[in-house]
């Protein structure tokens, strides 16, 4: 898997978009990059996946860099219930190697205010 | 459209004991993957599994555990003679195509080794 960066924690106020940076420096060109979350004591959960172009569901947009390297996930109106931990996962699927193992990393803990 | 289940939500075992946990992925889905969650940890993938067959088992130790997904029934994780440092919450996602990154997650068992 390509080596993912993202910042241990960030705050954001009810309401207010919350924008979660992920580095990915060393991904090549047919990698994914795919954003999980878990809330407290819960299973995770599949947010949104890209990879190239921007992409946008009911849950979230993933906006990814032209050279690849970084992307951001945008929670448009966080709400209390968006208070999580957020992972950013780019599975190397060179020549089939993935197979779905998904590699978590300590993802950033997203904390939303009221 | 009822999503992963697993099955107890909690467990408790003696040292010693044999602790059996079972995953239903969701309808139409035939790839089964573990994972374990340490207190503390990250999220560490275990074993994917097809219908009657194991796929990747690159993260399962070496000792005492087992998996199975039958054609027929739930997926079965299967810890013999547990000891205090299997306690973790163990989850089971689901997907639908092979090796898929897109996957699903169940709400995941809480092993207790006393």
């Known amino acids: 898997d390509a080596k993912t960066t993202q910042p241990t924690s960030m705050d954001c106020a009810e309401g207010r978009a919350a924008n979660l940076p992920c580095n990915h420096s060393?991904?090549?060109?047919?990698?994914?990059v795919y954003w999980y979350r878990q809330i407290h004591s819960q299973g995770p959960q599949y947010i949104i996946h890209?990879?190239?172009n921007n992409e946008t569901n009911e849950m979230a947009s993933l906006i990814i860099t032209e050279d690849r390297k970084s992307s951001t996930l945008i929670l448009p109106h966080a709400t209390l219930r968006d208070t999580a931990v957020y992972y950013c996962?780019?599975?190397?699927?060179?020549?089939?190697?993935?197979?779905?193992?998904?590699?978590f990393g300590q993802g950033t803990i997203l904390t939303v205010h009221p | 459209n009822a999503g992963v289940m697993q099955n107890p939500r909690h467990l408790v075992r003696r040292r010693g004991q044999e602790a059996r946990l079972r995953c239903s992925p969701m309808?139409?889905?035939?790839?089964v993957y573990w994972y374990r969650q340490l207190p503390e940890e990250g999220l560490k993938f275990m074993v994917y599994?097809?219908?009657?067959?194991?796929?990747?088992e690159s993260g399962m130790p070496k000792e005492r555990f087992s998996a199975e997904f039958p054609k027929e029934g739930p997926s079965i994780l299967r810890i013999q003679q547990v000891v205090r440092g299997d306690s973790a919450a163990y989850f089971c996602?689901?997907?639908?195509?092979?090796?898929?990154?897109?996957?699903?997650f169940g709400p995941g068992t809480r092993l207790l080794v006393l």
């Open positions: 996962i780019a599975p190397s699927n060179a020549g089939g190697t993935s197979y779905g193992k998904l590699t």
């Open positions: 996602a689901s997907s639908l195509r092979t090796g898929a990154e897109t996957q699903y």
């Open positions: 060393t991904i090549s060109g047919n990698e994914y």
């Open positions: 890209g990879l190239k």
């Open positions: 309808k139409g889905h035939s790839h």
């Open positions: 599994l097809q219908k009657e067959n194991i796929i990747d």
